[in-house]
Every structure is written in structure tokens, then in C-alpha cells.
């Protein structure tokens, strides 16, 4: 169990994220600490050298102003407490030495022959556990003097300053992957989150949703979005369900009757008239399928962006006269009188047999479903830029709890199922309005009348 989880700690973004940027702060901080070390133990010998290079001429000058005994003079009023001096003869002998304090004369004298020789050169020698930096300087008379200093204190600041470096930089890196760990994990939370509710999904809990956090990042946008598609694809999916039981159910009823007709054909011994017209029959069922199916191709066509548009200029205006004129008998025989409200000169960019179409769905509707003695008016304006049309009829209306359903495919009103119908009009216009990038919508009083409104951008109209 803890295994399992430590592993997939590990194999986590956030534990990987921490990871990267706490080796990357590593490397820089010891990069600081490199540069700072090298240029702080630089500037100290360079202070060293300087000091002894000072006492070397020093030394030099006093030598030759007032000999060895003016320089051991010099050298005890000074009382230098850190720098060694020494006057060799040309024969190698110890003439006159000053140690530094912390210094006893038997400690020298054993590691005294390590001393260099006249070299000018720095040297270095090891006298008792310190090391010591050597200049030596001729006096022009075979004897030399030569300087030098311990590194000790050097040494012991570049040591304080690694201890406090180190004493430092440790709390401040766990410091840094504590806060890093918690930060990432905390940042990452709305991923895991959007996990856990793609597993639930998968395992067929469609209504899960990602907890939304407000943090205003990009985080909480993807979580929005991604919800956002969550309802979207369940609407689709319910949409797809319910077109599907209505199409099973709407397809049940033809087909029935087809095989009813068929078997009664089967049964009617060979009566040519009989099997004639049972043959026309089943043709009619058939014919009903067939229009029923294409119907809804078409929908989805419309609704998916596959279907094809022929653009071009649409007199509207035109459109609207011709669809009335083919809808007068009809009209007349149900006794609705058609007016038309239309003059002025309405051209947009469409498909002119789709939106033929979507006037004649909505003209059959409001004739359909007025009474006898009922009007039905068609009216048409510009409007910023778009056209818009009134299909107003003094019909049955449409019940308001109704009304936002009447959209959907294969959707009928139970009292308008005497009429004929597939309850596949409206999604019809809608998809095809759509497709132009134009709207439609309903206004309806149950045993007033309804009026149906299509508006389509004049310009750019259609994919
Ligand atoms: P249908 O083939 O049933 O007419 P539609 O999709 O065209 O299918 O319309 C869906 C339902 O909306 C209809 O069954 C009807 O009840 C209602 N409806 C549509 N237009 C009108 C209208 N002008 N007046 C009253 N009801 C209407």
C-alpha cells in the first residue's frame, strides 16, 4: 500500500517539477558559491601578497640605508605579529630572524632547510602544521632578505565562509523542495481532480464534474472548459437517445402496418385487385420510411456542418411569393387565407432551395394547424443588417411548456397528432437556419396563434 503510493508520488508531475527545480536551484547555488569562493580567496592572497611584497621593500630600503642593524630596528618597532623575516648571508646562514608571534624559534629551525633559496619567486613552505608564502629580495652585498606570512587566517575565513555558505544554503534548499513539493501538488490539484472524473466517467458515471476551484489561472479555464464539454457531449448523447427511441418508436408504426398489409396480401388468395393495392400500400409505407429517414439525415447534415449549400443571391422577397403561391390550394382547401406583408427588395446569400424549404415548413405548419376561417400572414423587413421574417397564423397556438420542445426531432404535440406529420418540420428549419448562421424562434398563446421569426444575415450567409 505504501509502496504503491510512494510510487505514484513518484511518478507524479508535481514530484518531478520539484525535483527539476531544486537540482536546478543546487547547481546554481553551488555555481554562486564557486564564483563567490574563488574571487574572495583571490582578493584575500592578493591582500597577502601585497603586504609581504610591502615589507620586502620595506626591509630593503632600511637595509640599505642604515644596514642589518637599521633593518632590525625597523623590523622590532614595527613588532609585525603575522610576517616572518629573515637575512641569509651569501653562505646560507641565518643572520637575522623575526617570527610571527604564535611562533617558537626550535619549531623554525626544524623546517628551516624547506626554506627556498634566493629564488625572487613566491614560494611555499610548510613550517610546523602552516603554510607560508615566501618573497625573497637581494641586497646587492650577497645578502638577501626574505619575507613571508601564513596562509592560517586566510584559510580559517575561506573555512567560515564555507560553514556559514553550507549552514545557509541547507535549510534554505529544504526550505525551498518543502514549499516547491507543496506548491506543485497543491497547482496540480485541478488535474487530478479532472483524473478522478475521467475514471468515474469511464466506468459509466456520466454526471461526474471536476470540483472547480477559483483561482483565476489557466487551470481553472481548463477545469471550466472541460465541464463545459462534459454537459455538451451528455446533452448530445441524451439528444442521440432520445432521437433514437422516437425514431424506434415512429418507425414501429409504418412499419407495422407494412407488415400487416403484406400478410393480409399473402392471405388474399391471389385476387389481383386485392394484392394491387396492397402493393400500393406497402409502396405509400415505404415512401413514408424513406422521407422519414432523409428528413433526418438532413438534420444531422445541417446540424453537423456536413451538409452542402449552394450559395448564391436569394431574392427573398421572391422566395416568400413563390412558396405562398404553391401553398394557395392547400390553403384554400383548409380555408385559411394567406397575406402577404412583403415589398420591399430583400436579397441575401443562401441556398435557395434550403430556404425554400424552411418557408414551406413553416407555411405548412401555420396552415395545418389554423383552423377554417384562420389567416396566415408572411412578413418580411431589413433589420441591422440581417432579414427578418414573421410567419404569424391565428391558429391553435402552442402550449408555453410546450413551446421550447417543438425543436426537437420527431417532437409532435399530442393534439396536433391527428394531422399528418413526422415531427421533423421544425428541427428541419432550425438546422438549416442555423447552417446560415441565422436564428429562429417561436412566440406562441395557446387558441390564439403563433408566430414563427427567421433571421439571416444579409451578408456571408451559409458555410
Ligand atoms: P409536425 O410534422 O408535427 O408539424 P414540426 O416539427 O413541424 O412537426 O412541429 C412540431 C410540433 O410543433 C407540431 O407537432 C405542432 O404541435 C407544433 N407546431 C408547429 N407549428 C405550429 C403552429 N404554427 N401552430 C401550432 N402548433 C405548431
Partial sequence: MLSKSLELIHRSIAFKLTLCYSLLFAVSALILFGATHFLLASHLKHEDHEAIRSELAEGVAQYKSGGIEALKQEVRLANEVEILHRVVSPLGETMFLHLPNDMEEADFEKDERQFPGREETWAEVQLGSNIFEVVSADFSDGYFLQVARSTKDREDFLERFREIFVGVMIPVFLLGLGGGALFAFRAFKPIRGLIQTVRSIVIGNMDARVPEARTGDEL??????????????????????????????????????????????????????????????????????????????????????????????????????????????????????IHLATREDLRLRGDPNRLQQVLANLLDNAIKYTPE????????????????????????????????????????????????????????????????????????????????????PIAQSGR
Fill in 373 to 456: 376561417g384562420g389567416r396566415v400572414e408572411i412578413e418580411g423587413h431589413k433589420e441591422d443588417g440581417r432579414i427578418v421574417v414573421h410567419i404569424k397564423d391565428t391558429g391553435q397556438g402552442i402550449p408555453s411548456e410546450e413551446l421550447p420542445r417543438i425543436w426537437e426531432r420527431l417532437y409532435r404535440i399530442e393534439k396536433s397528432r391527428s394531422e399528418r406529420g413526422l415531427g421533423l418540420g421544425l428541427s428541419v428549419v432550425r438546422a438549416v437556419v442555423r447552417a446560415h448562421h441565422g436564428h429562429v424562434e417561436a412566440a406562441s398563446e395557446s387558441g390564439k396563434g403563433s408566430t414563427f421569426t427567421i433571421s439571416l
Fill in 220 to 337: 481553472e479555464e481548463l477545469v471550466t472548459l472541460f465541464n463545459g464539454m462534459l454537459e455538451r457531449i451528455e446533452s448530445l448523447i441524451n439528444g442521440m437517445k432520445g432521437t433514437l427511441d422516437n425514431v424506434a418508436h415512429d418507425l414501429r408504426t409504418p412499419v407495422t402496418r407494412l407488415r400487416g398489409v403484406a400478410e393480409m396480401a399473402i392471405q388474399s388468395e391471389g385476387d389481383a385487385e386485392a394484392l394491387r393495392e396492397a402493393l400500393m400500400d406497402c409502396a405509400e409505407e415505404a415512401e413514408h420510411i424513406r422521407m422519414m429517414l432523409n428528413t433526418l439525415m438532413d438534420i444531422s447534415e445541417a446540424e453537423t456542418g456536413v451538409m452542402r449549400l449552394n450559395m448564391e443571391e436569394v431574392d427573398m422577397t421572391s422566395l416568400i411569393e413563390k412558396t405562398a403561391e404553391l401553398y394557395q390550394y392547400v390553403a384554400e382547401d383548409e380555408g385559411v387565407a
